[in-house]
């Protein structure tokens, strides 16, 4: 599986290089923003680890060219305490972060999580879910709210798709953080927050779909009425 990293600190890549290639990554580094961009455009990258920092170009920079025409998964990679480097890096399209420093075998086990989300499954048995004017197509993976189809990414396919099968009861941040992080919801961990976020604005048009239930989680409304009770 290969990987990008994509920072200016050498010393710090080639230590994350040699940890992650005993781990079993093909990994690739590269120093400064051009040519970070240049390389994570490329096909045959399966992940892209990038620091916020660099010359040339900064990681936000990086990212918003690079989703305008790629859906690879992206793991931001940010000061600790600079809660928004985060928060722009997930508003950007990143699927996680990580503060630095940080032990690789976290960085490790991240990538592991999000590329279990990428890995190339079997079609699924032909299939629709309809909810409160949202079609979702479990075979072809496309998804039309009110008509309109919605482009989503993998992420927010399948974090919908759950919603969706539990459409009226509520879903916890711990049950989507361990679904698709493997990993439990901190107080300050804001990725599925954001990913519900970039959802809602995709699918609603002045309606809610998604419900916040506060200091719990989401749910999915099964009928207009449901968003105005609490």
Not at 20 to 43: D, I, M, N, T, Y
Request: net charge negative.
């Amino acid at each position: 599986m290969p990987i990008l990293l994509v920072d200016d600190d050498a010393e710090l890549c080639a230590l994350l290089g040699e940890f992650l290639k005993r781990e079993g990554f093909v990994v690739e580094c590269e120093h400064e923003g051009h040519r970070g961009l240049e390389k994570a455009s490329q096909p045959g990258v399966d992940l892209v680890v990038l620091d916020v920092m660099l010359p040339g170009i900064d990681g936000f920079e990086i990212l918003r060219r690079l989703r305008a025409k790629s859906k690879v998964p992206v793991i931001m990679l940010t000061a600790r305490g600079e809660d928004v480097d985060r928060i722009i890096g997930l508003e950007l399209g990143a699927d996680d972060y990580l503060p630095k420093p940080f032990n690789p075998r976290e960085l490790a086990a991240r990538i592991r999580a999000i590329l279990r989300r990428y890995e190339p499954r079997a079609a699924a048995a032909p299939g629709r879910l309809e909810v409160n004017g949202v079609v979702l197509d479990t075979g072809t993976r496309e998804v039309w709210a009110h008509g309109k189809r919605a482009d989503l990414t993998t992420f927010e396919f399948d974090i919908l798709e759950l919603l969706m099968r539990s459409a009226g009861r509520v879903v916890s941040r711990d049950a989507l953080m361990e679904n698709f992080y493997n990993r439990k919801a901190t107080a300050f961990d804001r990725s599925i927050d954001m990913h519900i976020s970039h959802l809602r604005k995709k699918l609603e048009a002045g309606d809610t779909l998604i419900k916040t239930i506060r200091s719990v989680g989401y749910q999915f409304c099964r009928t207009p009425e449901d968003a105005a009770t609490e």
